[in-house]
């Protein structure tokens, strides 16, 4: 069992240029979620999916876009990526959004550095 | 909204010696909260859970802690370092909030661990 794979590990990318993270769970979980991790900042949230065919907004969504076509895949795309957008990309998932159900697991992450 | 204070971002022990990393939250709502750990360029790993039922809460790895609603606090601890024990720890909060769960991250103590 993989738990949540994320692809690449890591990505240099020029300003200006798409970039789409890809994230996919065997869990069969509903409800996935898109972090960045920046130094002193601790995780901050981008967008969630409560469950396939749904997402929202969460704290730090601009410059970001997500879908959710299917319960295992949950892309992240930076449509015009900014050297702002360097960080450290996790994807997680939980069995469900509502209580009980919100001990997240987390993926390996994605390193992205745009310059 | 629910929020998690670490205080101390770098906390150094000589391996053998006690652990403790302080965590304080704020929240409207009955909270759920965790401990997670990151290892260096590694995902987050759950080290445990605190969901209402017994204070003090057992993880792995030989940590534990101890919830204090009087104090909102939630405390890690663990007797005697190990030299693996060197890695990032987050407390989190979660909420649940109209069926939505949503962690909230403190930002990090990195443990360093002197032999």
């Known amino acids: 069992i993989a738990g949540i794979t994320q692809a690449p590990t890591s990505q240099i990318l020029a300003a200006g240029r798409r970039m789409t993270l890809r994230c996919t769970q065997d869990m069969r979980h509903n409800a996935m979620y898109w972090y960045r991790q920046d130094l002193g900042l601790g995780l901050r949230l981008i967008h969630y999916s409560n469950t396939a065919g749904t997402t929202g907004k969460g704290e730090v969504p601009d410059g970001y876009s997500v879908s959710r076509a299917n319960t295992d895949d949950f892309p992240l795309t930076l449509a015009s990526a900014v050297p702002s957008q360097t960080s450290v990309y996790f994807c997680a998932s939980s069995v469900g959004a509502g209580a009980g159900h919100d001990e997240q697991f987390f993926g390996p992450g994605t390193r992205l550095t745009v310059l | 909204a629910q929020s998690v204070t670490q205080l101390d971002s770098h906390v150094s022990v000589s391996e053998g010696t006690p652990v403790l990393l302080r965590c304080n939250y704020s929240s409207s709502y009955s909270p759920s909260l965790f401990w997670y750990v990151q290892h260096p360029n590694k995902g987050l790993q759950l080290l445990l859970k605190y969901t209402s039922a017994a204070t003090l809460v057992k993880g792995i790895n030989g940590f534990e802690a101890e919830f204090k609603k009087s104090e909102t606090s939630f405390h890690l601890t663990k007797p005697s370092a190990h030299m693996s024990d060197a890695a990032e720890y987050f407390c989190?909060?979660?909420?649940?909030?109209?069926?939505?769960?949503?962690?909230?991250f403190g930002k990090g103590n990195q443990v360093v661990v002197i032999p």
């Open positions: 989190v909060v979660s909420v649940d909030i109209y069926g939505n769960n949503r962690l909230a």
